[in-house]
């Protein structure tokens, strides 16, 4: 069905759309590719949201060599009026022969909607190509879509024996400084970032992008802070810091939570039995179009992302030190009576990052 050429296309479209990884959120990350008599006459990507979609930018680019053409498409084309025009209209308008999409949209505004719109003009679509790859770079948009939750990504960093921190708390720095940069790097990626008030009052951390190299266009992640009795104080560091931050509490009438309002803080009540409800705070995440939350935070948060099935993702990154039986243990889990029941995880990359090892895992069982 695909021959070699449509794979080469597919494969820098897929290139061009990760060009975006930094900047599209919310929306996904698109790349297309115009071609015709053997070569490409036209690129495109998606930069950010408001902005051109993929399919009309590389069409602008192909001009009239777009008419016959074969265009590959990261992502179904989209088919309604938002804050830009239809794509199918553009691929119509043009005249193009035949489009090749890796994926179907998830958005049900446009999945499969798209395709037919197309079909119906007399262009030929085909759709499947290199279609794995297409969601890995999408993939927490698609959760988004298809579930209303972002995709969860828990970051670690952590000693050989798996301590995250000195008995003291001390923690700064387990890992070296290609680890940190990767860090934040994975903080571009997403749409949040999210930690608890425990790490908050122990590291007044910033939970900012702070690398010049990385094109966000000044976007940050949005800050997420977990305080059940609204003890984050108002002169918090992030809280100076470029963008917004966002603190669910149980208790919004107490005079902290007051405090931090004035403080340009977004304050939520969410519903707590001990620990705030984790699932309703993903749910109002997915609300505000975060496609993927970095959790980073400390061994109990952690530990309770992963007890709740709520991890898509778990990242960890292994610094060649040992820290002792007295440190701080890297997860704190509910007791276990039957090891069948523990958490599994799939291991899916080792990369090495400095002197340190970065560990990519997904969860054997989906998570709930």
Not at 32 to 42: E, H, L, S, Y
Not at 76 to 95: F, N, Q, W
Not at 105 to 127: I, K, M, S, W, Y
Not at 177 to 186: E, F, K, S
């Amino acid at each position: 069905m695909f021959t070699d050429f449509d794979q080469q296309m597919m494969r820098r479209a897929l290139e061009l759309a990760a060009l975006g990884r930094y900047t599209t959120q919310p929306n996904p990350r698109v790349g297309c590719v115009v071609a015709r008599d053997g070569r490409i006459v036209g690129e495109g990507w998606h930069r950010k949201s408001g902005e051109w979609h993929a399919e009309p930018l590389a069409l602008n680019a192909a001009g009239e060599a777009a008419r016959g053409s074969t265009v590959y498409v990261t992502l179904e084309p989209h088919c309604y009026h938002s804050r830009t025009p239809p794509c199918t209209d553009a691929l119509i308008r043009a005249g193009v022969r035949r489009v090749v999409c890796a994926v179907l949209d998830p958005n049900p505004q446009v999945h499969g909607a798209g395709v037919e719109q197309l079909r119906a003009a007399g262009v030929q679509v085909d759709c499947g190509l290199l279609e794995a790859d297409a969601h890995e770079l999408n993939a927490g948009f698609e959760k988004r879509m298809l579930t209303g939750l972002p995709r969860v990504i828990v970051k670690i960093a952590a000693s050989l024996d798996g301590r995250v921190a000195l008995a003291n708390g001390e923690s700064r720095w387990i890992t070296g400084a290609a680890a940190r940069a990767d860090v934040h790097r994975l903080r571009a990626e997403c749409g949040a970032v999210l930690t608890g008030i425990a790490t908050v009052m122990a590291d007044d951390p910033q939970l900012t992008v702070r690398d010049a190299t990385l094109d966000t266009l000044g976007r940050q992640p949005l800050r997420v802070v977990l305080d059940t009795h609204a003890r984050m104080s108002p002169a918090a560091r992030m809280l100076r810091e470029p963008g917004e931050t966002l603190v669910f509490t149980a208790d919004v009438q107490a005079q902290a939570a007051m405090a931090l309002a004035a403080a340009g803080v977004t304050v939520l009540l969410v519903a707590s039995s001990g620990r705030l409800d984790l699932r309703a705070i993903l749910v109002e995440l997915g609300r505000r179009q975060c496609n993927d939350v970095l959790v980073e935070a400390g061994p109990t948060l952690a530990g309770s992302f992963i007890d709740a099935g709520l991890v898509d993702e778990l990242i960890v990154y292994i610094a060649p030190t040992v820290l002792g039986a007295q440190a701080r243990p890297m997860l704190q889990l509910s007791a276990l009576h039957d090891l069948s029941a523990a958490p599994r995880f799939r291991l899916q990359q080792v990369i090495q990052v400095g002197d340190d090892l970065k560990l990519r895992y997904t969860p054997l069982r989906n998570p709930s």
